[in-house]
Nanobody, 121 residues
Framework: QVQLVESGGGSVQSGGSLRLSCSASALPYCMAWFRQAPGKGREGVATITDYDTRTYVDSVKGRFTLSLDNAKNTLYLTLSSLKPEDTAIYYC??????????????????WGQGTQVTVSS
């Protein structure tokens, strides 16, 4: 069982930055960030494995950056050059199943409560 707690959301203007945090009770094989905009499905944003392989969805490449503090069991997602279309609830997710570090939400049994990111134009 992995418990996840997100923090760091907020409201910013277009072009601004935020850093989201996901504190885990233990570091699993794979951690990920998903987001869900109003009226849309949950979208994978970025993933990181325990051997530091990182993947980003095309829409955030060059703007969002993952970092992992192993000592604090905390995953960070730095959001830069934010756009209104980045507005969503951002969720941290985790799985201990080796080989399943993907953008499919149903692969992740552990989820945080979500944190709201709002970008105004």
């Amino acid at each position: 069982q992995v418990q996840l707690v997100e923090s760091g959301g907020g409201s910013v203007q277009s072009g601004g930055s935020l850093r989201l945090s996901c504190s885990a009770s233990a570091l699993p094989y794979c951690m990920a960030w998903f987001r869900q905009a109003p009226g849309k499905g949950r979208e994978g944003v970025a993933t990181i494995t325990d051997y530091d392989t990182r993947t980003y969805v095309d829409s955030v490449k060059g703007r969002f950056t993952l970092s992992l503090d192993n000592a604090k069991n905390t995953l960070y997602l730095t959001l830069s050059s934010l756009k209104p279309e980045d507005t969503a609830i951002y969720y941290c997710a985790a799985t201990s199943r080796v080989g399943t570090c993907e953008f499919s939400a149903d692969r992740y049994p552990y989820w945080g409560q979500g944190t709201q990111v709002t970008v105004s134009s």
